[in-house]
């Protein structure tokens, strides 16, 4: 670990609360911001070339900006003017980067604002990437992680831990479960079956948070298990928290895409601020 947040930077409202919430983060843990902004490639049209030097004169102008305001904040920061693509260009850079923090592509209303190009970054990047929706989460409380047993998910809640105890934020570990599924309306699952299923389902999360009290014995952790759908779940159970982690990719079906299918639907809809952990 080398103590660097990378920041993509731009105009953008979103990636402004980007660069708000890491520079907090820095300031509080004594790290140093790597800031970036990246203008695209020449496709030689006509004319290019000048609007391509005043797109790279104004992104120079919002990282000394950018640079400025971390300054103040007592925090280190060096920043970078990149060339090409966006997403290649900040997934190289997570290479050099301990945490990479993004603004949300998306409105808290689910419309999009810019693209997925947050949720491409997501899916390559090489450290774990936070997503900043519009407001962030000022006067909000505690931590919650999605848990499902897989490795991306122990490390979530390794991530989400430590998070937790270090701003003294209760942490709220949430696992989900569905009933077998069947090509019809079926509503009547034997009772015994469905409690079974709610015990089996909070006994593997015991198990998975069962390393917690010995590393954290100050840590207060909370537990909801839940039949449905796990984004919707976190979703819900996140709209006061803090802090939203979840793993790019969990153990069901689509584990063989970039994203995982409950972390990209957390995307589309963050509630508050959400990192994904590989």
């Not at 990047?125 to 490795?151: F, L």
């Not at 153990?251 to 959400?274: D, E, I, N």
């Amino acid at each position: 670990m080398n103590g660097t947040i990378a920041v993509g930077v731009t105009d953008a409202f979103g990636a402004q609360g980007a660069l708000h919430w890491a520079i907090e983060r820095a300031a509080g843990r004594r790290e140093r911001l790597l800031l970036i902004s990246v203008v695209g490639s020449a496709w030689g049209i006509g004319g290019e070339e000048t609007l391509i030097e005043r797109a790279t004169q104004r992104a120079g102008a919002l990282l000394e900006t950018a640079a400025a305001q971390a300054q103040e904040a007592g925090v280190d920061a060096e920043t970078l003017l990149e060339r090409g693509d966006p997403v290649a260009r900040l997934i190289d850079v997570s290479h050099r980067a301990d945490l990479l923090v993004l603004g949300s592509d998306f409105a808290r209303d689910g419309s999009r604002l810019r693209g997925v190009r947050g949720v491409r970054i997501t899916a390559g990047a090489h450290c774990p990437v936070v997503v900043v929706p519009e407001g962030g989460a000022q006067g909000r409380t505690g931590v919650v992680v999605g848990v499902d047993g897989s490795e991306a998910s122990e490390k979530a809640v390794a991530f989400a831990a430590a998070e937790a105890d270090r701003t003294g934020d209760t942490l709220t570990a949430v696992m989900t479960w569905s009933p077998v599924p069947v090509p019809f309306e079926f509503d009547d699952y034997p009772q015994n079956y469905l409690e079974r299923m709610q015990d089996l389902t909070a006994e593997e999360l015991a198990i998975s948070l069962a390393g917690l009290r010995q590393d954290y014995p100050d840590l207060t952790v909370k537990t909801v298990v839940e039949s449905g759908y796990p984004g919707a779940v976190l979703g819900r159970t996140a709209r006061s928290a803090r802090l939203l982690v979840v793993g790019s990719h969990g153990r069901g079906p689509l584990t063989r895409f970039l994203l995982g299918s409950t972390s990209q639907a957390v995307l589309s809809h963050p509630p508050t601020v959400t990192a994904i952990v590989r």
